[in-house]
């Protein structure tokens, strides 16, 4: 649930001390805790699909290309997703 989500974003916010938290939400699209800004949510762009292997690598992927490539935190996810 989104509290439980906030929560777990606090934690690994201290834990790692980066910039945001990102959780993947499944159908829910993605959650994004950027450190002392508010929480935004990026929907979910449905697609059929036959596989999710590799899903989660492959989100982690786009978005962290889109972030050395100069893109805010917002459209990385949205890229990724």
């Known amino acids: 649930d989104e509290e ?17 938290i990102c ?3 499944s159908a829910g699209g993605v959650a994004i805790y950027p450190k002392g800004e508010p929480a935004q949510r990026v929907a979910a762009s449905a697609k059929e699909v036959f596989d999710v ?8 992927a786009v978005m962290a290309l889109a972030r050395f490539a100069g893109s805010d935190f917002g459209r ?6």
């Open 4 to 20: 439980s989500a906030r929560r777990a974003a606090e934690v690994l916010q201290e834990a790692v001390q980066g910039k945001a």
């Open 76 to 81: 990385s996810v949205e890229l990724g997703n």
């Open 53 to 60: 292997t590799g899903a989660g690598d492959t989100f982690l």
């Open 23 to 25: 959780i993947t939400l």
